[in-house]
């Protein structure tokens, strides 16, 4: 599911502090 794929780099990249991944 794309939308999950979406919530779990948004959430990694949140815990790193890295945004390397946006809309």
Known sequence: NLLQFEN???NVAG???IW???D
């Open 8 to 10: 779990m780099i948004r």
């Open 15 to 17: 815990r790193s502090g």
């Open 20 to 22: 390397w991944y946006s």
